[in-house]
């Protein structure tokens, strides 16, 4: 797998699966069902996409810090994404990574991307993250 990008890993964690990516930013409040993992927002572009086991691609949350309850919820119900990955740092992420961590024991790791790497993302169907914050990949979309 060849390196497309380096951040810094908010929550340290190794995930991979199918990438799911979008320049525009995701409220979780009202536009991430927490029961099944799909993205409701029918006026975001990721609308009807499943991300539970995903790896989501968001430059950061839109609204509050609901966007916390939503995804612990949804890491509580195994339908969370598999990783996060952010144009720069998203706090309500990474609280609801640490929590999740704490409460249930399990990892959901959050890496925060400069907007040079963010946007290298989006030529892949797929990726991994390591724990150092390394995302590589071995597809083009």
């Given at each position: 797998m060849d390196v497309i990008a380096r951040g810094r890993p908010v929550v340290p964690g190794n995930a991979s699966g199918e990438l799911l990516y979008s320049e525009e930013p995701l409220s979780f409040w009202g536009g991430y069902d927490a029961s099944t993992g799909e993205i409701i927002d029918?006026?975001?572009e990721l609308s009807g996409r499943g991300a539970a086991g995903c790896v989501?691609?968001?430059?950061?949350?839109?609204?509050?810090?609901t966007?916390?309850?939503?995804l612990l919820e949804a890491v509580r119900r195994d339908v969370a994404p598999a990783?996060?990955?952010t144009r720069g740092e998203d706090r309500f992420l990474a609280?609801?990574?640490i929590v999740a961590e704490e409460?249930?024991?399990?990892t959901l790791p959050v890496v925060a991307l400069s907007p040079q790497g963010f946007e290298a993302l989006r030529r892949h169907a797929a990726v991994r993250v390591s724990a150092d914050?390394?995302?590589?990949a071995s597809d083009e979309a």
């Open positions: 029918r006026r975001h989501l691609a968001v430059p950061a949350t839109r609204g509050s810090s966007t916390t309850a939503v990783a996060l990955l609280l609801a990574a409460m249930y024991g399990r914050g390394e995302i590589s």
